[in-house]
């Protein structure tokens, strides 16, 4: 296995045990639920304000549906790119 195909397994088995937290936090019923957490959660909301500041539009609404989507989506995306490169790439 390639580089490549090794980091998108790791992706995508690490969005899949953050998937399986928070369904497992939703079945237990607690009060203050594991929310979706997304690269804006995770870092300064001020260091994404470069994003609302670009003046075409079509990539700032990209750039901010992926900051704003939940982190193991995601994952689960980079994974699956990064698995199809490693079908391109040689080992």
């Known amino acids: 296995m390639s580089k490549w195909a090794i980091n ?3 992706m ?3 969005g899949g045990v ?3 937290f ?3 936090s939703r079945l237990m019923g607690s009060d203050g639920g594991w929310d979706a957490i997304c690269l804006v959660d995770l870092l300064d909301p001020s260091s994404f304000d ?3 500041a670009m003046t075409f539009l079509g990539l700032n609404n990209l750039l901010d549906t992926i900051v704003l989507a939940p982190l193991y989506l995601v994952l689960f995306v980079v994974g699956g790119i990064l698995l ?3 079908g391109f790439v040689k080992s």
Do not use: A, K, P, R
């Open 12 to 14: 995508i088995v690490i």
């Open 8 to 10: 998108g397994l790791i």
């Open 50 to 52: 470069w994003i609302d």
């Open 22 to 24: 928070q369904q497992l």
């Open 84 to 86: 199809l490169i490693s």
């Open 18 to 20: 953050m998937l399986g």
